[in-house]
């Protein structure tokens, strides 16, 4: 479930950070490693100790994952909508910042946000993101840990045929957009979109009265398709 981008080293400091722990606390997994199969020290920072991230993150995961399988989240109407925090304590995280590092650190393993919200100013713009109940509860049914080999991948759905000479005014949404694009799948469209790769759609033409999801217009998409192949 690591991302592709490239390793790097952290301390316990940071790694208590990140997982909401003590130092202290990272330090007694380390010394349990013989039991518990936490990852070995990669190098030192003077007699700071290192660890991979990636190899802590995921062992983290596999943690966690066995621990919620136990876990029963609280009863809500399945079309209510949860931020990153909400969504965290709902899946049974004592992390509350969990959502937030497998959206950013791992693109394609958690779903899309079913709403985004393009909240602030012009001069100081941010998103919310925000997931139905209904989209955790058929995450936390296929995750790995739930009767699935923690390395399976599943399949991602095909991208449509999207023509290029169509209406260039029509509307297109995510999945669309990404087969415009040439990308693989809807996930490692949104991947890229969110890491600031496509600047020409970091804003929407439209967004949709239901559910809030985002359009573009074929004219824009194939703007930032052709200025895509020129950086290739």
């Given at each position: 479930?690591?991302?592709?981008?490239?390793s790097?080293?952290?301390?316990?400091?940071?790694?208590?950070?990140?997982?909401?722990?003590?130092?202290?606390r990272?330090s007694?997994?380390?010394?349990e490693?013989?039991?518990?199969?936490?990852?070995e020290?990669?190098?030192?920072?003077?007699r700071?100790?290192?660890?991979?991230r990636?190899?802590?993150?995921e062992w983290?995961?596999?943690?966690?994952?066995?621990?919620?399988?136990?876990?029963?989240?609280?009863?809500l109407?399945?079309?209510?909508?949860?931020?990153?925090?909400?969504?965290?304590r709902?899946?049974?995280?004592?992390?509350?910042?969990?959502?937030?590092?497998?959206?950013?650190d791992?693109?394609?393993?958690?779903?899309?946000?079913?709403?985004?919200?393009?909240?602030?100013?012009a001069e100081?713009?941010?998103?919310?993101q925000?997931?139905?109940?209904q989209?955790?509860?058929?995450?936390?049914?296929?995750?790995?840990?739930r009767?699935?080999?923690?390395g399976?991948?599943?399949?991602?759905?095909?991208?449509?045929?999207?023509?290029?000479?169509?209406?260039p005014?029509?509307?297109?949404?995510?999945?669309?957009?990404?087969?415009?694009?040439?990308?693989?799948?809807?996930?490692?469209?949104?991947?890229?979109?969110?890491?600031?790769?496509l600047?020409?759609?970091?804003?929407?033409?439209?967004?949709t009265?239901?559910?809030g999801?985002?359009?573009?217009?074929?004219?824009r998409i194939?703007?930032q398709?052709?200025?895509?192949?020129?950086?290739?």
């Amino acid at each position: 479930m690591t991302s592709g981008r490239e390793s790097r080293l952290v301390d316990a400091a940071e790694i208590a950070a990140e997982q909401g722990l003590s130092p202290a606390r990272i330090s007694m997994l380390y010394n349990e490693r013989a039991e518990n199969g936490f990852p070995e020290i990669a190098d030192m920072r003077g007699r700071a100790r290192l660890w991979d991230r990636a190899q802590v993150t995921e062992w983290f995961a596999r943690r966690q994952g066995a621990r919620l399988q136990q876990h029963k989240p609280p009863k809500l109407d399945p079309e209510d909508l949860l931020n990153a925090a909400q969504a965290s304590r709902f899946l049974g995280y004592k992390n509350p910042n969990q959502v937030t590092t497998y959206v950013r650190d791992h693109p394609g393993y958690f779903p899309e946000p079913d709403v985004i919200e393009e909240l602030g100013t012009a001069e100081n713009p941010y998103r919310r993101q925000l997931w139905k109940v209904q989209t955790l509860l058929d995450w936390m049914a296929t995750r790995p840990g739930r009767g699935k080999r923690a390395g399976a991948k599943r399949a991602a759905p095909a991208l449509p045929d999207v023509p290029v000479d169509g209406d260039p005014n029509e509307l297109l949404g995510a999945t669309q957009a990404a087969a415009l694009l040439g990308f693989k799948s809807l996930n490692s469209f949104s991947s890229s979109l969110a890491q600031g790769n496509l600047p020409l759609l970091a804003t929407p033409d439209a967004l949709t009265e239901k559910g809030g999801r985002r359009r573009w217009t074929r004219q824009r998409i194939l703007e930032q398709a052709a200025q895509r192949n020129i950086r290739k």
